[in-house]
């Protein structure tokens, strides 16, 4: 099974709905990451959150952090065509090793109707 | 530079030749990251460096792969006798890492790799 779950793997929305991405961890979360990523090109970075509780926002986007439930879930409000691509959660779990190296979900593809 | 490059943006090879991927980081940036993302596998982490050492290979595949990195900037991925299973897209990251917290790791846009 996956150490780093992502749900749902793909999303169909119309332009300006709200959205939700889950990402959750069977391992500790040390820190943990979310990037967009478009067909054929390299991974942007969105955000990164450590604490647990700790929320983070940019532009229409806000992560949150569960560290409880080692999960953290990414919400996009009214959803753009540029909101298009796929986002990818990665978790920092090295622990006392501290080598930062990250593993990561499936991805999850969104498609924004206009 | 303004952000982590790679070189080749892609690079078409055939099965048994050696291939060398380059990443410069992210100026300062004291952590690199070598990943590899297919299609079957998703994004797979290769090798950690800080400076110039490698503490972690633990995600090298095979004694194919190898990488180096010298004066703690420039990084090069070498794979000897390349073969089909080895085709995807290889990614690098820098952080500027300290020793007791995670820091962003922001990444390149990758090297496609092709061995037919």
């Known amino acids: 099974s996956q150490e780093l779950e992502q749900s749902p793997q793909s999303l169909i929305v119309q332009e300006g709905k709200n959205l939700t991405i889950n990402c959750t961890s069977s391992k500790t979360l040390y820190g943990l990451y979310w990037y967009k990523q478009k067909y054929g090109e390299g991974l942007i970075f969105l955000m990164m959150?450590?604490?647990?509780?700790e929320e983070k926002s940019h532009e229409k986007i806000t992560a949150k952090l569960d560290e409880k439930k080692q999960q953290s879930s990414l919400h996009i409000t009214a959803s753009q065509p540029s909101h298009a691509g796929i986002y990818l959660c990665g978790a920092d779990i090295s622990g006392s090793s501290n080598t930062g190296k990250l593993i990561f979900g499936q991805g999850t593809t969104l498609q924004v109707k206009p | 530079g303004a952000g982590v490059s790679q070189s080749p943006s892609n690079k078409v090879t055939e099965k048994g030749k050696d291939v060398e991927l380059r990443c410069d980081p992210i100026?300062?940036?004291?952590?690199l990251y070598w990943y590899r993302q297919s299609l079957g596998q998703g994004l797979e982490f290769l090798i950690y460096?800080?400076?110039?050492?490698?503490?972690?290979k633990s995600g090298l595949p095979s004694d194919r792969f190898s990488a180096e990195r010298t004066g703690g900037s420039v990084s090069t991925l070498t794979i000897q006798r390349t073969q089909q299973e080895d085709s995807a897209v290889y990614l690098c990251a820098s952080s500027s890492r300290p020793t007791l917290s995670s820091y962003e790791q922001y990444f390149g846009p990758g090297t496609r790799l092709t061995v037919t």
């Open positions: 100026s300062g940036h004291t952590a």
């Open positions: 959150l450590q604490k647990g509780g």
């Open positions: 460096f800080q400076g110039n050492s490698a503490p972690d």
